[in-house]
């Protein structure tokens, strides 16, 4: 095991045990370098990993303190849509949030990992739509939206503006473009954040993002069969956790 493991597995250790409590500050580098008899380079390199880790995190003006985990908040692993006055949903956990700022939209090549969700090749475009979610009255962001629709069929069209109108792009989907009763799907991962989502969310360093991603297939119309829009939201998941019953078989 490399030094610098070694002390980074020593420090964890006495996290873990309370010797150095969420919201203090662990002893300085030179103090560290004393302690455990090793360079002031092996030191960062631990702190470095602790910090990735999300145990630890940079203190303004110097220092590294223990971080405080907040309380998380659960996330019931819903596999049912909902209809309310502004369109469908997803979760009752997040019939409240809104968009916090208007939506960006681009069109720009297919990310790599939405390629096969779309059924598309390396280079074919998509109609990127970006939304910043959250409490209304706090401003606080809680979840960030992004919708990658195949731009051979949405560029031109209403998906590919700012305001698509009451209910949203599924409703312009099943009605004005009679793309049929939409259908959905979900999975859930988690991934590191971008530093644009961890200024957004305000993540802590080391923090990742819990991603569910929905893919839409329409049913009817020119698009029949197609998965016409897959929708990535990320929130932070120190402060996220899915929830569901186990049932007996």
Request: hydrophobic share 40%.
């Amino acid at each position: 095991m490399a030094r610098w493991h070694e002390v980074a597995e020593a420090l964890r250790g006495a996290i873990t045990a309370g010797i150095y409590q969420p919201g203090a500050k662990i002893p300085k580098e030179d103090e560290l370098q004393e302690e455990f008899d090793t360079s002031r380079t092996t030191i960062r390199r631990a702190v470095a990993q602790l910090t990735a880790e999300g145990l630890l995190t940079p203190v303004r003006r110097g220092g590294t303190k223990v971080r405080e985990q907040p309380e998380r908040q659960s996330l019931a692993l819903d596999t049912a849509v909902y209809r309310d006055e502004l369109g469908y949903y997803f979760s009752k956990t997040v019939q409240h949030l809104r968009a916090l700022q208007p939506p960006t939209v681009t069109q720009e090549p297919c990310p790599p990992d939405v390629l096969a969700l779309l059924g598309l090749q390396a280079g074919d475009h998509v109609i990127i739509r970006d939304r910043v979610m959250g409490n209304s009255e706090t401003g606080r962001v809680e979840q960030l939206a992004t919708s990658y629709l195949p731009a051979d069929l949405a560029a031109g069209t209403v998906l590919a503006q700012a305001d698509t109108g009451p209910g949203g792009i599924y409703d312009r989907m099943e009605n004005e473009l009679g793309w049929g009763l939409l259908e959905w799907e979900g999975i859930i991962t988690a991934r590191p954040a971008t530093a644009e989502e961890g200024d957004l969310l305000s993540l802590a360093p080391g923090v990742p993002v819990l991603c569910v991603t929905r893919s839409t297939i329409a049913t009817a119309g020119a698009a029949e069969g197609r998965v016409v829009e897959v929708n990535v939201t990320r929130r932070d998941a120190s402060r996220f956790e899915v929830r569901y019953p186990i049932s007996r078989a």
